[in-house]
């Protein structure tokens, strides 16, 4: 059977120490957003699109996947150099979408 075609976001987060991350959010990870959101009176994603975009990629990639150490959100947005979406026609580095690779990165 083929790996279903999923809709939700795809996100590209590089970190400060030059590691880079391609991880699709699943299901899950939506619901720990407005679970989290609604308990920290969190504004909505049209309002802060930063704030949920990184949320996503703390709660994918430390909890979901544990592509990265346990680490509190806080720690996750400081050590964060960029969290974007990544498009449906974006090039795939990675067949499985899970990188990670090593590139250098100057922060800002």
């Known amino acids: 059977m083929d790996k279903p075609r999923l809709t939700t976001p795809t ?6 120490d030059g ?19 609604a308990k920290h009176n969190w504004p909505a994603p049209s309002d802060a699109p930063f704030i ?3 949320y996503l990629a703390w709660h994918v990639l430390t909890k979901t996947k544990k592509l990265l150490p346990p680490m509190s ?6 050590g964060a150099a960029e ?14 979408g899970v990188g990670p690779t090593n590139r250098e990165v100057e922060p800002g």
Not at 11 to 16: D, N
Not at 83 to 96: A, I, L, Q
Request: hydrophobic share 40%.
């Open 11 to 16: 996100l590209r987060v590089v970190m400060l």
């Open 19 to 37: 590691s880079e991350h391609i991880v699709q959010e699943i299901n899950i990870d939506m619901v720990a957003w407005d679970r989290d959101r």
């Open 52 to 54: 949920w975009l990184n």
């Open 73 to 78: 959100l806080r720690d996750f947005e400081e």
């Open 83 to 96: 969290v974007s979406t990544k498009g449906p026609d974006d090039e795939d580095e990675d067949d499985d």
